[in-house]
């Protein structure tokens, strides 16, 4: 039976050359469609492939009947309503990987064109003006690149840089010191790069925790004279801050591709002749066009054949009996994972997930992914996903090791997650209580009887009487209200673990107080 595909944006033949070869696909390209005509047009196809023109909704993806797969030839899917897609057991897929090249050597082009004054220089001799005086550059050898995120296009990056014979020192919450040695480069914290760097990239997604990442605070701790490209996401750096630390001469130069907002034509920064930009030109080539293309129509081919796809970005389609058995089990394994990314204090290494009681027998891959998901969330943002979250971790040289036994230790069910670290392995494990809900049973070594929602302050100290009134004085000072309390200890008198749930978040300077105490190891705050 003939298997029919719509495309309605514009995609080169080159880029859908796996469908017209495909047997058994039929392909009908329909571009400028109106929602209206989409949702008439949509109901005869098994795939949809779409770029940014087209707005996928819950009410198209509703109207196609026969719909198994859309194909996104991009890495955003913005556009696309996953959950309306999910809901249909519709397969979102995506190309992550068809523009990291052309990104990699988009910011090598305006790392160069920074370090010389090419544009500032063709600009005066635009205007009729021979000046080489002005137009000075330096030479990349010998200098240090400063690479804040060592994911695809970070290592490419690079690897051209050292091809310039350029120092290259690299932050990534996934870079080990053997993974540094591999690439020949120098590993350290996002300080330690700032510092050393006297040209810094950025290659990070855009989450709450880069967001302004390159702040005053942070410039104020780089070289002086130093010079600082983002091809990344706009938003990592704040924009005031830079504007101000160039015309004070701290920074001597930027070059952008990405702003907070776009378009970004009447930017300040752009008045000022230390700063070269580009309108968002890192995925702008015809190969990385026709890769991302030619990405999505593989998975299409592979989905409509009976195969499984290759970058999915949305929750797969699970048999209805196995669905039922663990889907009241996801929320526990994404909060154990989310739990676990707190309490690590290095750089993960090899993730291990063990199942045990009534989850002995049943497909446990998508709690896996779930657990993963939640423990990976913080570095990869929204990106993540149930489906893709095993696929990134591996891409990040994670070892991922599920292990199943019959074994109850005490419980009809129990999910533990462990990840072993360079500097020691951590391990949460918790069960799910019949009418009672999911629980967090034991934090390492201690037991405890907690609830995974929330605002958490989690405490180490000293097991001995007071402490618990202690703590409780403490935070009153900052008026924190603490809802649930639980201590587990393993000696008595040795050490111990607090754990308390409050009813606003904590900052810093709220947890702070408890430092104080000399009986209290450790103080922070889990969100839930």
């Not at 305006?110 to 021979?130: D, E, F, G």
């Not at 690299?170 to 700032?194: M, R």
């Not at 001597?252 to 230390?274: I, T, Y």
Request: charged content about 25%.
């Amino acid at each position: 039976m003939t298997k029919r595909v719509l495309i309605s944006d514009p995609l080169s033949e080159d880029g859908i050359f796996p469908l017209r070869e495909a047997e058994g696909i039929e392909v009908v390209k329909k571009t400028d469609l109106t929602k209206e005509q989409l949702i008439d047009e949509i109901k005869d196809y098994e795939a949809l492939l779409v770029r940014s023109q087209t707005k996928v909704t819950r009410e198209i993806i509703s109207a196609a009947k026969n719909l198994k797969i859309i194909g996104r030839a991009g890495v955003g899917v913005d556009n696309i309503d996953l959950e309306a897609a999910t809901e249909h057991g519709v397969i979102v897929v995506n190309a992550p990987d068809g523009n990291t090249n052309s990104a990699a050597e988009h910011t090598v082009a305006m790392l160069m064109s920074l370090a010389r004054k090419i544009p500032q220089a063709y600009y005066a001799l635009k205007h009729q003006k021979w000046d080489r005086k002005t137009h000075v550059g330096v030479e990349l050898k010998g200098k240090t690149l400063g690479v804040i995120g060592m994911g695809r296009i970070g290592r490419e990056v690079a690897l051209r840089a050292k091809g310039q014979r350029m120092k290259v020192i690299a932050y990534d919450p996934f870079l080990t010191a053997d993974k540094a040695e591999q690439l020949g480069v120098s590993e350290g914290t996002v300080e330690d790069v700032i510092k050393a760097a006297d040209f810094v990239t950025l290659h990070t997604p855009l989450l709450k925790e880069t967001k302004h990442l390159i702040d005053k605070d942070a410039i104020a701790k780089m070289k002086d004279g130093v010079q600082i490209i983002n091809c990344a996401r706009g938003g990592i750096i704040d924009e005031d801050a830079l504007y101000d630390a160039i015309v004070e001469g701290k920074v001597k130069g930027a070059a952008l591709d990405v702003f907070e907002e776009e378009p970004a034509v009447e930017h300040k920064l752009l008045d000022l002749p230390q700063v070269i930009a580009t309108p968002h030109l890192g995925a702008s080539t015809v190969e990385a066009q026709e890769s991302v293309a030619i990405d999505v129509s593989h998975d299409v081919v592979r989905l409509l054949g009976g195969d499984l796809v290759k970058n999915p970005v949305n929750m797969p389609s699970v048999p209805k009996d196995i669905m039922k058995k663990i889907e009241p089990f996801f929320y526990l394994a994404e909060k154990l994972g989310a739990f676990l990314a707190e309490l690590r204090e290095d750089t993960i290494e090899e993730i291990n997930v063990y199942y045990s009681g009534e989850l002995h027998d049943v497909e446990v891959g998508p709690l896996t992914r779930n657990a993963i998901k939640g423990l990976l969330k913080d570095h990869f943002g929204d990106h993540i996903n149930d489906v893709n979250a095993a696929f990134l971790a591996e891409q990040q040289g994670l070892v991922i090791n599920e292990h199943i036994t019959s074994q109850t230790d005490g419980f009809v069910n129990l999910i533990k997650l462990e990840a072993k670290t360079t500097a020691g392995t951590k391990a949460v494990s918790g069960t799910l209580l019949k009418g009672l809900g999911p629980r967090i049973v034991k934090v390492e070594h201690y037991n405890v009887d907690l609830i995974p929602e929330g605002h958490i302050v989690f405490i180490r100290h000293k097991d001995q009487p007071g402490a618990i009134g202690k703590v409780g004085s403490l935070l009153a000072k900052n008026n924190i209200n603490i809802a649930t309390m639980q201590v587990g200890r393993s000696d008595v008198g040795g050490d111990a673990i607090m754990l308390l749930t409050i009813d606003e978040t904590a900052t810093d300077e709220d947890l702070n107080v408890l430092t104080e105490a000399d009986d209290i190891y450790d103080v922070s705050a889990i969100e839930l």
